[in-house]
């Protein structure tokens, strides 16, 4: 008994001493040198690439009301933008009569055909200069060259453009002239309500110098434009533009029915256009749209009249509807046609008795590229 309880007791102790002389090692980790390196992120700059369009289109124009003769018009315009801050824009166009027309010539009616086959060419170049200082006002410079020739006897015609529609162009007549343009329409934007949010609003001071064959027949004239277009809802858009001017002749001009002439005159002209457009059926590459446009084109005040008629002031107000049909044949080629029709005050545009609104036919094919 004596003996188990030594035995007993010698085991505890042996146990208590081996565990008090337990040591627990730790594994040993070895350090490593942690390297951080700085990343270079490099901004990738996207190069400029010259981008534009061209749009070749041909309009056959049917006899009026008034039996005027028809006529066809080839067209080729589109723009080129070939730096970042640099624009070409061209539109040339060729009038072919396929008759002759019975009515005689008046100043103040814009019968293409009446007056033979002519060209019309015009060129606009931009330079956007960027906003002024700490402003939100753009200046874009804009030089624009037209000329107009004409292979009929005609010693003058009219042609259908808008602000010039009552200034004569004499035969193989041409003009340079140089735009100003400052945009304003980040600060008009701000109190425009959003039903019609203004997305252009330009004034710009002008200077053009128009000449002839003959080295007498020339003007000067300078004034001021405004242009401005709004957007509003339903598909609509409106623009309004003014062209206030003095012209200064080379030439004596005779003031219509009078035995007086001048050689200047104040002017100011006023276009105001509504315009409307509403898909109507798309599938795959076809779009079918309902188009419409109208308003003055323009509505001139002059000092002088010596354009023929018997006021000063003439106003042209038309509407022109159409059915346009698109056909996307790749993404940077359409094809398109075109039905429209153009209802006008035709004969008569003075302002006191302005009257003959007739209808005109005309059917467009064109194509378009995008690069």
Avoid: C
């Avoid at 981008?51 to 080839?74: F, K, P, V």
């Amino acid at each position: 008994m004596k003996k188990t309880f030594l035995l007993l007791a010698s085991f505890l102790a042996v146990t208590a001493m081996a565990q008090a002389k337990e040591v627990v090692v730790a594994p040993i980790e070895n350090s490593k040198e942690i390297i951080v390196e700085a990343i270079v992120v490099e901004e990738i700059v996207q190069k400029f690439k010259p981008s534009g369009n061209a749009d070749l289109s041909y309009t056959y124009h049917g006899e009026d009301e008034h039996d005027s003769a028809d006529y066809g018009r080839l067209q080729f315009q589109g723009n080129l933008k070939f730096t970042e801050n640099q624009k070409l824009e061209w539109r040339i166009r060729e009038y072919r009569a396929f008759q002759s027309s019975d009515s005689k010539y008046h100043p103040d009616q814009r019968r293409i055909a009446d007056h033979g086959d002519f060209s019309d060419m015009r060129f606009r170049y931009y330079y956007n200069n960027g906003n002024l200082g700490n402003s939100k006002v753009n200046l874009t410079h804009r030089l624009e060259y037209r000329t107009y020739t004409g292979s009929n006897g005609m010693e003058q015609f009219i042609l259908d453009d808008g602000n010039n529609a009552n200034i004569l162009r004499a035969k193989d007549s041409q003009y340079a002239e140089y735009t100003a343009r400052f945009e304003f329409k980040d600060y008009v934007s701000e109190w425009t309500p959003d039903w019609f949010e203004n997305n252009m609003f330009i004034i710009a001071p002008a200077y053009r110098y128009g000449w002839s064959t003959n080295d007498s027949n020339y003007y000067n004239r300078m004034g001021a434009n405004l242009y401005s277009t709004y957007e509003m809802p339903l598909g609509f858009s409106f623009e309004f533009n003014l062209y206030g001017y003095y012209q200064e002749y080379g030439q004596e001009k005779k003031i219509y029915n009078s035995n007086e002439t001048t050689d200047n005159l104040w002017a100011l002209d006023v276009e105001a256009y509504l315009y409307w457009s509403h898909t109507l059926y798309t599938m795959d590459q076809w779009k079918v749209s309902a188009n419409f446009e109208g308003g003055y084109d323009p509505y001139s005040f002059r000092t002088e009249n010596t354009t023929g008629g018997s006021s000063k002031n003439t106003y042209e107000l038309y509407m022109e509807p159409d059915v346009k049909v698109e056909y996307q044949v790749t993404e940077d080629f359409s094809a398109y046609g075109k039905v429209h029709a153009k209802y006008v005050n035709w004969t008569e545009q003075n302002q006191s008795s302005a009257k003959d609104w007739t209808w005109q036919p005309r059917v467009t094919l064109g194509i378009k590229s995008t690069f």
